[in-house]
């Protein structure tokens, strides 16, 4: 017998107002990928990705972060023993106030109200949200949760040991920005020489995970 697993990807969409958002570049082509590598190892994976991300991927959608955190607790109420893959780009920050100046006026619109065009200046304040893979354990996830750290080649693989070490993870896949970092992250570090290699040993870690 196997553990579920679910691939989550994409990004997820912060309003700003009734008409505006703000987003990430993330199509969610590494969840998709590996979506279809584990499919050849013969195992099934359930697919959870953004509006925006891979749209001829057969997957369920989820729009805000709000979307995003009420599917994740309902996968791990049915699965708590499964294996969650954490690579969607999810905001850690939120809209707190939006304003407009015109001249000296300023206004703040409510949640839902529409900001209008031809302002001198829109400001948009955001303040920090908690992180989703910190909310996992708490949500009832007892399986194995990858994580995906993404910045400077400098940092990026202390990032994702500190990342492992606070979540429990059982693996942090560590991407810099220049793409010279390819790294999986566990009880030791093991560096690939490009994407597809990495996602091959991912896919087979995986494979490892869902089968123990």
């Known amino acids: 017998m196997t553990r579920p697993l679910l691939l989550v990807g994409g990004a997820p969409r912060l309003v700003v107002d009734a008409v505006r958002f703000l987003s990430v570049r993330a199509r ?36 805000s972060r709000g979307d995003l955190e009420m599917a994740l607790r309902g996968w791990i109420a049915a699965h708590p023993d499964g294996v969650v893959v954490m690579s969607a780009a999810i905001n850690d920050y939120q809209v707190q106030q939006v304003e407009s100046r015109q001249g000296e006026t300023v206004r703040v619109f409510a949640p839902g109200d529409k900001a209008p065009s031809g302002a001198d200046e829109l400001v948009i304040r955001l303040r920090p949200a908690s992180k989703v893979i910190d909310q996992l354990r708490p949500w009832g996830l007892h399986g194995p949760i ?67």
């Open 28 to 63: 969610g082509a590494t969840a998709v990928a590996l979506a279809g590598r584990l499919q050849a190892a013969g195992l099934a994976a359930d697919l959870l990705l953004g509006t925006l991300a891979e749209p001829a991927a057969s997957a369920q959608r989820y729009d």
């Open 146 to 212: 990858v994580g995906f750290k993404f910045e400077d080649a400098a940092t990026v693989v202390a990032s994702a040991q500190a990342l492992r070490r606070r979540t429990g993870a059982a693996l942090v896949v560590a991407n810099s920005l220049c793409g010279q970092v390819q790294a999986l992250v566990g009880t030791t570090i093991v560096n690939y020489d490009g994407r597809d290699t990495l996602l091959d040993a991912l896919a087979a870690k995986l494979a490892d995970l869902a089968r123990t």
